[in-house]
Nanobody
Framework: QVQLVESGGGLVQAGGSLRLSCAAS????????MGWFRQAPGKEREFAAG????????NYADSVKGRFTISRDNAKNTVYLQMNNLKPEDTAVYYC????WGSGSDKDYEYSYWGQGTQVTVSS
């Protein structure tokens, strides 16, 4: 069982930056692939970024590639999402997710554990 708690969301102007954190409780964090998904009002949840359990591979949606960076610190049981050059269309609730033995996939059904989400609002 893994519990995930996101933090770091907030209100930022377009062009600004935010760093999201996701703290995981439970054992064997290093055996989980991790992902960040987001859901904007009136839209379906979509993949943003993923990272494999051994930090050998990262995966990004085309819409965030070059602006967002996912990383993890297995010693701290934490995964991060650094978001730079934010745009109003990045406004959404951001969710952290964990998949046992995962690869950082963009498929939400591969993730068994989800956080409660953190709101990111980008003003124009």
């Amino acid at each position: 069982q893994v519990q995930l708690v996101e933090s770091g969301g907030g209100l930022v102007q377009a062009g600004g930056s935010l760093r999201l954190s996701c703290a995981a409780s439970g054992r064997l964090f290093s055996t989980y692939g991790m992902g960040w998904f987001r859901q904007a009002p009136g839209k379906e949840r979509e993949f943003a970024a993923g990272i494999s359990r051994i930090v050998t591979r990262t995966n990004y949606a085309d819409s965030v590639k070059g602006r967002f960076t996912i990383s993890r610190d297995n010693a701290k049981n934490t995964v991060y999402l650094q978001m730079n050059n934010l745009k109003p269309e990045d406004t959404a609730v951001y969710y952290c997710a964990a998949a046992a033995w995962g690869s950082g996939s963009d498929k939400d059904y591969e993730y068994s554990y989800w956080g409660q989400g953190t709101q990111v609002t980008v003003s124009s």
